[in-house]
């Protein structure tokens, strides 16, 4: 885990502290500002690995998202 430095804990603090001052609906609004944002990363990671070429043969991905869902229909039954 990365170490922060004194002023960046304290800038953390800070925002804790606002975030705390929230309604639970502007609390939900920030999480979901935050998950948007992390998905959006995740996204871009993805397009930057494409554009690099790193690319997995889509035989073998809907393979695995078959598998997935076979796997999860097995488990709803359960």
Same mark, same amino acid.
């Given at each position: 885990?990365? %170490?922060? !430095?004194?002023? +960046?804990? #304290?800038? $953390?603090? %800070? @925002?804790?502290?606002?975030?705390? #001052?929230?309604?639970?609906? =502007? *609390?939900?609004? @920030?999480? +979901?500002?935050?998950?948007?944002?992390?998905? *959006?990363? +995740? $996204? %871009?990671? =993805?397009?930057?690995?494409?554009? *690099? =070429?790193?690319?997995?043969?889509?035989? /073998? /991905?809907?393979?695995?998202? *078959? !598998?997935?869902?076979? %796997?999860?229909?097995?488990? #709803? !039954?359960?």
């Amino acid at each position: 885990m990365a %170490q922060h !430095k004194p002023e +960046e804990n #304290q800038t $953390i603090e %800070q @925002v804790l502290k606002l975030v705390d #001052q929230l309604s639970p609906e =502007g *609390r939900d609004e @920030v999480l +979901e500002k935050l998950k948007l944002d992390d998905m *959006r990363r +995740e $996204i %871009q990671k =993805g397009i930057d690995s494409a554009d *690099r =070429g790193e690319l997995i043969p889509a035989d /073998v /991905v809907l393979n695995r998202l *078959r !598998k997935r869902a076979e %796997q999860r229909l097995k488990e #709803q !039954k359960s």
